[in-house]
């Protein structure tokens, strides 16, 4: 239930963004275009979210002769967590990492890279999977899944905004608008969806951990993966979509400074720290 509404507020208030840059884009009648366009993107979130996730990262299906490993642990898993048996997908990225993606429990995916089946124990494997069971578990993959579509397409909206505004095009009402209010859209849209994104991560990855835990069975196998992951993808990065960088279980982007006060992901020594109970 809190999950369906937290999913309600997200949507509304995508939709909103996305009314609003309409309105700069032209005026009234842009406003009603992005009214249209926004139903048409929730239904499509809702529904496809995952496909499109999936296919953003070229993710492959896997069949259980080609990862047995991966089916054993995740079957095992999930026998323990009360779950059906999510679709597996592989990702072709040397990154280590992964991510749970779907509507529901019964349509939801797993996708793993193929560096994160490199690096990882058998014990560390089954940390890293239980977490993103309990991200299918929580339901807040649907959540996760239509933030980083939508979020994806307000920024392609503020990017559109911007060059309109630098060539002098669209442009609404002069008295509501015009160049400075397409540069102040194209500057807070992706701010504002990147904020949203931050509502609904942080402590989503912390009862991820917690649930991971029980469902493994102990708290080591996640807290050593998440040690070995954050160090491994820093290495070597995974280029993946600002928008869709929460859905991971380590964050995939490389940066520091300022760039960590957008992190969708919690300190990873924290995290272990809340696992293990060892600072």
Do not use: C
Request: glycine share 8%.
């Amino acid at each position: 239930m809190y999950n369906t509404l937290k999913t309600t507020v997200l949507l509304a208030a995508l939709t909103a963004l996305i009314i609003l840059i309409g309105r700069f884009f032209g005026g009234q009648q842009g406003m009603i275009i992005a009214f249209v366009l926004a139903i048409v993107m929730n239904f499509s979130s809702y529904w496809f979210s995952d496909k499109i996730v999936l296919s953003m990262y070229r993710a492959q299906p896997l069949e259980p002769h080609q990862a047995p490993r991966l089916f054993s642990t995740v079957e095992r898993l999930t026998q323990q967590a009360g779950l059906p048996m999510p679709r597996l997908y592989i990702l072709p990225h040397d990154s280590p990492n992964a991510f749970a993606t779907g509507r529901n429990p019964s349509h939801a995916a797993v996708a793993v890279t193929q560096g994160l089946l490199r690096i990882l124990d058998e014990r560390e494997l089954e940390g890293v999977l239980a977490h993103e069971l309990s991200h299918i578990k929580d339901r807040d993959i649907l959540i996760g899944s239509i933030a980083a579509t939508l979020a994806g397409a307000i920024m392609l909206l503020a990017t559109m905004a911007r060059w309109g505004a630098i060539f002098g095009g669209f442009g609404g009402d002069d008295d509501e608008g015009g160049i400075l209010g397409l540069l102040l859209v194209a500057i807070l849209a992706p701010i504002a969806a990147l904020l949203i994104q931050l509502a609904i991560s942080r402590s989503r990855e912390y009862m991820a951990d917690a649930e991971a835990a029980k469902i493994a069975g102990n708290p080591y196998g996640l807290a050593d993966a998440l040690r070995k992951l954050s160090h491994a993808s820093r290495r070597v990065p995974l280029r993946a979509s600002p928008p869709t960088s929460h859905l991971f279980i380590v964050r995939p982007l490389s940066g520091r400074g300022m760039a960590n006060l957008f992190s969708t992901h919690p300190p990873i020594e924290e995290r272990i720290k809340r696992l293990t109970g060892i600072g």
